[in-house]
């Protein structure tokens, strides 16, 4: 049995090549992928499972037994130890998720480095309450999935969510989560030497003809008269279509080097902020996570480079001011960053806020300003997107 055909079985069409070199080195061994006694530790040491724990260790027991999903499992696990965050990221789901053992494998594959993750948080000075807190992610995961799918397990989404957890490449503080992240590679950001401005300038993309959106994002799929935005530079001059923050500037500016500085551009380390579910992002809350996310990151991963802060969320986006106060929360954490838009689906708000996806936009809820607004947007065609920005050090 080869590790493609086992693939072919989850209904899996690729997965890292470096996957199969795993499997060579550990097919002929068939000792259990899911160790019992190291879930019934964890569970027992920091509830990491809650409610689900029964699911888990029933799953753990029907992929031990089965020769197919014992070897995808150990391989994954395997190969997770030794790759990197984004490489994690890429093994696949199971695109048919027709018992609960699949719903539980990506859930089972990670199960395999969270003793890893717990040892890595510890050396780096977390501590127990700490990493208690990171840990609780694991099962809040699977609450969220059962309320979102109908049942409990991860999908592509959470997986990769909680792969960042179970590298130890995420920490909490202030109620905030910060990701050790590089900068995507979609903008570069110049600084005016003189009056301190930033601006951000595309590095690629495919606008719309009204500019407000990249094509492909919802309600702009049509490409007609669409415009393709760059950036280049020479010995004297940055070149490229800057950020609007509502939309992309067409005509492509020149940006002399005696002017403006390359402050940050793709692959530079930055902080990536989450913002937990109903977590306060007041200013003053805000001032004290970033300052204390950064007094972290200099404390317990000096190797990162820098601290700026970066976001891609649909709490960015431009159109929240036309209908929230000048003075709520989102549109005070909002204005911090130098923004702009990115090819997005226009769903993102339905987890967060109304806890589920909606096919009649008449039954959205009205509990506060934010709800209101945002289904008077979708009532009337229009959507929410996804910015990226920075705010830097």
Request: aromatic share 12%.
């Amino acid at each position: 049995m080869t590790l493609s055909q086992i693939a072919a079985r989850l209904s899996i069409a690729q997965y890292p090549e470096g996957m199969d070199r795993v499997y060579e080195t550990i097919k002929e061994d068939l000792k259990p992928a899911c160790d019992l006694q190291v879930i019934e530790k964890l569970q027992k040491d920091y509830d990491l499972f809650g409610q689900f724990y029964d699911d888990v260790v029933q799953t753990a027991k029907t992929i031990n037994e089965d020769a197919a999903l014992n070897l995808w499992v150990r391989t994954a696990v395997a190969y997770g130890k030794q790759c990197s965050l984004e490489q994690l990221k890429e093994i696949p789901v199971p695109a048919v998720q027709d018992s609960k053992a699949l719903d539980y494998l990506p859930v089972q594959i990670l199960i395999g480095l969270i003793p890893d993750s717990i040892a890595q948080y510890t050396k780096r000075g977390f501590s127990a309450g700490e990493i208690q807190s990171l840990l609780d992610s694991y099962k809040r995961s699977l609450g969220i999935m059962q309320r979102l799918q109908g049942r409990p397990g991860y999908n592509t989404v959470y997986f990769r969510w909680q792969s960042i957890f179970a590298k130890a490449c995420i920490y909490e503080t202030d109620g905030m989560q910060f990701e050790l992240f590089r900068l995507p590679d979609s903008a570069v950001y110049l600084k005016n030497i003189q009056s301190g401005e930033i601006v951000a300038v595309f590095t690629e993309g495919l606008f719309h003809a009204s500019a407000m959106q990249m094509v492909g994002s919802k309600g702009y799929e049509d490409d007609t008269d669409a415009f393709a935005v760059s950036f280049e530079e020479d010995a004297e001059n940055y070149y490229g279509h800057r950020s609007l923050t509502q939309k992309a500037d067409r005509v492509k500016s020149t940006f002399p080097k005696s002017q403006w500085t390359c402050l940050a551009k793709p692959g530079d380390d930055c902080l990536s902020i989450h913002i937990p579910s109903g977590a306060d992002i007041s200013p003053a809350t805000m001032d004290r996570a970033i300052a204390s996310a950064r007094k972290i990151l200099k404390e317990r991963f000096p190797e990162h480079g820098s601290a700026m802060i970066y976001a891609a969320s649909w709490l960015l986006d431009p159109v929240l001011d036309s209908f929230l106060k000048e003075s709520s929360n989102i549109l005070q954490f909002a204005h911090r960053f130098v923004r702009y838009p990115r090819k997005s689906d226009g769903t993102h708000a339905f987890n967060l806020i109304f806890q589920k996806h909606y096919d009649d936009y008449n039954l959205l809820p009205e509990n506060s300003s934010l709800e209101r607004g945002l289904k008077k947007l979708y009532l009337s065609g229009r959507y929410i997107y996804f910015y990226h920005g920075i705010i830097p050090e």
